[in-house]
C-alpha cells in the first residue's frame, strides 16, 4: 500500500464528490478543495472544467467581482465548497460570528458569496478541517447561509456532502439531517460521536473513507502539485515538497 | 508632485460621507489612506467592494469609520482583521454586514440609475434579518409566490481606488479590475492614484480602450508611484508579504497599531 498524507486523503475524498460535474468554481483559502478540482479535471480528460478564484493561470473570469455570481445564477457552476467557523446538523453555516450579532465574542471575516452560491449551485460540498464540538455544534449563532429552504423559495442548489479531518457526511435533504458515510483511517466512531454536536443519521456499521488510489496519489504529486502552486505556493511546498 | 497632489485629493473626502473601496487585489489606494488617516477623517461610512483588508482595518483602526458595510473583511493569509474585530467587540462601529453579490448588484443598480437590483439567494439568512433596507418582494413575472429579495442602489459619495496608469486626459487604465469601472459609474465622486501619466490616449488605443474609464468619470487623479503599497498592483508588483505580516503583528493590540500609524507618518514626512 502506498504511503499517503492527510490532504492528499482529503484530496482524494473530495474529487470523488465532483464525478461528473461539468464545471467547479474554487474560493478564496481553498487549498485542498483547489487540488481536488484539478484531480477530477485531470481525471475527467478536461471534460470538468477548473475555475480558482485568485490563481493566475487557472482563471476564467474576466469581468470584475461580480461574473462569478452571475455564472452561478445562470447555472453555469457545477460544483463550489463552503466552509464555516460553525456548520449545524441541518446545514446551516456561520461566517460571521460566536455569540450575539452584532458584538459577537469571536468575530470571523463575514459571509463572502454564501448567502447566494449557497442557494444556486448544485452540488455545493462543505469543507471544515477542524472536526470538534466548536466546529460542529447543535445550531450556529448566526445563519450565513441556511442548509435548507421552505417550498416556494428558489433554490436549485445546495449543500450535497460535508468533509471533514475525520469524517465524510452525505446531506439527506428530503431529512434535513446528515448522514455519516465513512469514517477516515486512523479514526473511529466514538471520535466522531465525541466530537460532533449535532445529532446525524449513520448505519449499523460505518466504513472506513478509502485511501486515494495508487493512480491518483501519482496525478496529484506529478501534475496537480505544480497547478495548485500557482494560488498555493506554501500549500505545494508544504504538501508535495515543491 | 506625488505629495501635494495626493494631499489635496485626499481633501475632497469630507467627514462623514460613503466611500467605496475596492478587494484587496484590486487596485487599493493605500497611500492615499495614510494620507486620510493622517489629514484625521472621522465619520466614514466605507462600503467594501464587496470585501476589503488592510485598508478598512487601518481605517477603523485610526477611528475613521462609523459604518462598515462589507461581505468580509480579512487579511487573507496574514488573518483576521485586527482593528476590524476589535471594533467589532466593542460596538464601536455600525456594521451592514453582507454577501458579495448583493453589493455588487446594489453598485449595478446605481450605474443603471434604477432604485434597486433583485438577486437570488440570501432568503432565510441572518443577513437579510439584520438589514431592514433589503426588501422581499413576489417576482411580479411569474403566477404563484416566487419571493425575490431586491437590494437598493448603492451610489457612493466617492469610489477611492489606484490603477497602473492614466493619461494626459484623465482617462484611467484599469487593465482586468473591471469593478473598478463599476465603482466610476456608481459614484458620485471618483478619485484615482495612479503608478504613472502616459502620454498617449488610452481611449485611442483600441487594446487599451476596453478597460479604460474615461476622464469625465474621474473627479481628481494623483499620481503615486507604489500607490497600493503593501498591497500588490496586478501587472504592476506583487503584494509585500514582509510588510503585511509586520502589519498584522503591529495591529493585534491597540498600542502596536498606534505605534505603527506613528511609524508610517515619520516615514510619509521625510
Redesign the interface.
Known amino acids: 500500500m502506498n504511503a499517503y498524507c492527510k490532504e492528499e486523503l482529503l484530496i482524494a475524498v473530495i474529487a470523488r464528490l465532483l464525478d461528473g460535474v461539468g464545471h467547479v468554481a474554487v474560493g478564496?483559502?481553498s487549498p485542498i478543495p483547489g487540488s481536488a478540482a484539478l484531480l477530477q479535471r485531470a481525471l475527467s480528460g478536461g471534460a470538468t472544467g477548473v475555475t480558482v478564484l485568485?490563481s493566475r493561470n487557472l482563471q476564467t473570469l474576466?469581468?470584475?467581482?461580480?461574473?462569478l455570481?452571475d455564472r452561478a445564477?445562470q447555472g453555469r457552476i457545477g460544483a463550489f465548497f463552503l466552509s464555516g467557523g460553525q456548520i449545524d446538523g441541518q446545514a446551516n453555516i456561520n461566517?460571521?460570528?460566536v455569540g450575539d450579532?452584532?458584538?459577537?465574542?469571536v468575530?470571523?471575516?463575514?459571509?463572502?458569496?454564501?448567502?447566494?452560491?449557497?442557494?444556486?449551485v448544485p452540488r455545493v460540498i462543505l469543507f471544515r478541517e477542524e472536526h470538534t464540538r466548536r466546529t460542529m455544534v447543535e445550531r450556529v449563532d448566526?445563519?450565513?447561509?441556511?442548509g435548507?429552504?421552505?417550498p416556494?423559495?428558489?433554490r436549485p442548489g445546495g449543500p450535497v456532502a460535508l468533509v471533514t479531518g475525520l469524517a465524510v457526511f452525505s446531506f439527506q435533504k428530503a431529512r434535513g439531517r446528515f448522514h455519516l458515510d465513512s469514517v477516515h483511517p486512523g479514526h473511529s466512531l466514538e471520535e466522531v460521536l465525541d466530537n460532533t454536536g449535532f445529532a446525524f443519521d449513520r448505519d449499523e456499521t460505518t466504513p472506513e473513507t478509502p485511501a486515494p488510489e495508487a493512480d491518483r496519489l501519482d496525478l496529484l504529486r506529478n501534475r496537480i502539485a505544480p497547478e495548485i502552486a500557482d494560488p498555493y505556493p506554501?500549500f505545494a511546498r508544504a504538501v508535495f515538497g515543491l | 508632485m506625488a505629495e501635494g497632489a495626493l494631499e489635496k485629493l485626499v481633501q475632497k473626502i469630507d467627514d462623514g460621507i460613503c466611500i467605496a473601496i475596492p478587494p484587496s487585489r484590486s487596485g487599493v489606494a493605500m497611500q492615499a489612506t495614510r494620507a486620510l488617516i493622517r489629514q484625521g477623517r472621522h465619520g466614514l461610512h466605507l462600503i467594501a467592494i464587496p470585501t476589503s483588508g488592510i485598508q478598512a482595518d487601518m481605517l477603523i483602526g485610526a477611528g475613521c469609520v462609523e459604518v462598515m458595510e462589507s461581505a468580509g473583511v480579512t487579511l487573507d493569509e496574514f488573518g483576521q482583521a485586527p482593528r476590524f474585530v476589535s471594533a467589532v467587540k466593542a460596538g464601536s462601529i455600525r456594521l451592514k454586514d453582507s454577501t458579495c453579490p448583493a453589493i455588487v448588484s446594489g453598485l449595478q443598480a446605481g450605474e443603471k440609475g434604477v432604485p434597486f437590483f433583485p438577486m437570488r439567494g440570501l432568503i432565510g439568512s441572518d443577513l437579510l434579518r439584520h438589514r431592514a433596507d433589503y426588501k422581499v418582494i413576489d417576482n411580479p413575472m411569474t403566477q404563484g409566490a416566487d419571493p425575490i429579495v431586491l437590494l437598493p442602489a448603492i451610489t457612493p459619495d466617492v469610489s477611492l481606488f489606484h490603477a497602473p496608469m492614466a493619461d494626459r486626459a484623465g482617462n484611467i487604465w484599469i487593465g482586468k479590475m473591471r469593478e473598478l469601472m463599476t465603482m466610476a459609474h456608481a459614484a458620485k465622486t471618483c478619485l484615482v492614484t495612479v503608478e504613472r501619466i502616459v502620454d498617449f490616449d488610452l481611449m485611442n488605443d483600441p487594446l487599451r480602450a476596453p478597460a479604460t474609464i474615461p476622464a469625465l468619470y474621474v473627479t481628481s487623479l494623483a499620481e503615486a508611484p507604489n500607490g497600493a503599497w503593501p498591497l500588490g498592483l496586478e501587472g504592476c508588483y506583487n503584494a509585500d508579504a514582509a510588510a503585511l505580516e509586520t502589519y498584522a503583528r503591529a495591529a493585534r493590540s491597540t498600542a502596536g497599531f498606534r505605534d505603527y500609524l506613528t511609524q508610517a507618518a515619520r516615514q510619509a514626512a521625510e
Open positions: 478564496v483559502s485568485n474576466n469581468d470584475g467581482a461580480g461574473e455570481f445564477a461566517l460571521v460570528g450579532y452584532p458584538r459577537h465574542r468575530r470571523w471575516s463575514g459571509s463572502f458569496g454564501s448567502a447566494m452560491l449557497y442557494f444556486l448566526f445563519i450565513s447561509a441556511p435548507l429552504s421552505p416556494g423559495v428558489y506554501k
